[in-house]
């Protein structure tokens, strides 16, 4: 496996509502990461990080919940959901598991990374 991916195991459904697993494999550190920190902060690299696994387990037909991305971030539930309402409001869509209204299919890695960037998360 190329470095900075992990195999997550995401909990889904089949159809008829049958429990199914699946591993994912997930981009969790990638090159730029680094400079993104040094240059913009912790929390503009958890934003790059949340569009870029939601999307890449939207890629796989898996949705992630918040539950995964704590998991996967370290991160609590409160700032999750805050750091998507932030991207939300800023024109990104973020696919998310277990939520009760609709999203559109969601935009690429690097629409939300430009989101995060211009607003200057």
Same mark, same amino acid.
């Given at each position: 496996?190329?470095? *900075? ?6 909990? #889904? ?6 429990? @199914? ?39 796989? *037909? ?25 991207? @939300? ?8 598991? #277990?939520?009760?209204? *609709? ?14 960037? @211009?607003?200057?998360?």
């Amino acid at each position: 496996m190329e470095f *900075g991916k992990v195999e997550y195991i995401c909990a #889904g459904q089949k159809k008829g509502g049958r429990p @199914e697993t699946r591993a994912l494999i997930l981009t969790l550190v990638e090159q730029g990461d680094e400079a993104l920190l040094r240059k913009m902060g912790i929390r503009a690299l958890r934003l790059k990080r949340i569009a870029r696994l939601t999307s890449e387990a939207h890629g796989q *037909g898996r949705l992630l919940g918040y539950e995964d991305l704590s998991n996967l971030l370290m991160t609590s539930l409160a700032t999750l959901k805050r750091d998507v309402a932030y991207l @939300e409001a800023h024109g990104a869509t973020v696919m998310i598991r #277990g939520r009760r209204n *609709g999203r559109k299919a969601p935009e690429s890695p690097a629409t939300f990374c430009r989101v995060a960037e @211009e607003v200057g998360a």
